[in-house]
């Protein structure tokens, strides 16, 4: 090999290790973050519901008042537009000119999944398809159901898991999740929540678990413990909701801890979307809606 040779191949290794220096930075700015935050449209339902806002304001909401890119849209603020084709086409046309991801669907009012009257429960199963369909047409992963039931502990299960389960079956071909969030009633017990998702046993049936809906029942005082029932809900989990109501002066906020909370979440190895839901009265909807902002992205930052 000559000397020239030899010369060329030297400087071409440096070259190349130089280049890889300098690309280590870049590598690292592109390390993933621990989770992605996104913002449920509940947080904003006082403005919605005095039609300050519209449905299709909420993408752009999120965007530029916030700058958050993914949303979680409330059924009940479009309920019926879920089969209007030209109106999904335009809510996706929105979001997308946004650059605004779609993340899922919250249902209510659509009937109990856990209904005792076998015929009342599948129409509430079927009730939710159209919004399956929605979820499908923008994108979506989940919606998100409640499984609300009436009769002993077993016999809300038993009934819960098999709403749940023909629901998910419907849901499976649309590749789209169905989602149990902790909802008030025996679903605020994430023992019995998660032995019902265990009972329905489909991979594409989940939790959603809100840090703050633990209360099972209101007039007896009867509260479950967050903490608790996240750590057993997380297993399951496709999606995590940050409720929020007030904060102190440090910028915490005053019922859940954020930190301990969070650490939960990732101890499970979720890195997903975890979704602002404000619900305080001090704070305005948009002053709430970024305090809880700030405080996630300072536990992330934390965390890292």
């Known amino acids: 090999m000559n000397r020239t040779s030899t010369r060329r191949e030297f400087l071409h290794a440096t070259a190349t290790a130089a280049a890889f220096t300098l690309a280590r930075p870049a590598l690292a700015q592109a390390k993933p973050p621990l989770f992605k935050i996104s913002l449920a449209e509940w947080s904003l339902h006082k403005a919605l519901f005095a039609k300050k806002l519209t449905h299709l304001d909420f993408p752009r909401v999120a965007k530029s008042e916030f700058r958050i890119d993914a949303i979680e849209h409330v059924n009940q603020f479009w309920k019926d537009k879920a089969k209007d084709a030209s109106y999904v086409a335009e809510l996706k046309k929105i979001t997308e000119g946004e650059g605004v991801t779609n993340v899922l669907i919250m249902c209510d009012n659509e009937g109990n999944l856990g209904e005792p009257d076998e015929a009342k429960r599948k129409q509430a199963v079927e009730n939710h398809y159209k919004w399956a369909e929605a979820a499908r047409a923008l994108g979506c992963h989940s919606i998100r159901v409640n499984a609300r039931s009436t009769g002993s502990y077993d016999e809300q299960m038993d009934r819960a898991a098999d709403g749940l389960r023909k629901l998910s079956e419907f849901a499976a071909p649309l590749d789209m999740n169905v989602i149990v969030e902790n909802h008030g009633g025996l679903s605020s017990n994430g023992a019995w929540l998660t032995g019902t998702i265990k009972k329905v046993a489909l991979k594409n049936c989940g939790t959603l678990p809100d840090f703050g809906n633990f209360t099972i029942d209101k ?70 809606t970024r305090a809880t902002k700030k405080l996630l992205e300072t536990v992330r930052a934390e965390l890292s």
């Open 219 to 288: 007039a007896k005082n009867e509260e479950y413990d967050r903490y608790k029932g996240v750590e057993e809900m997380m297993p399951f989990a496709k999606g995590v909701s940050a409720k929020s109501h007030d904060f102190g002066a440090d910028g915490n906020e005053t019922h859940t801890d954020y930190r301990r909370m969070m650490k939960i979440v990732l101890a499970a190895n979720y890195h997903g979307y975890v979704g602002i839901e404000y619900e305080g009265r001090v704070l305005d909807e948009y002053a709430g």
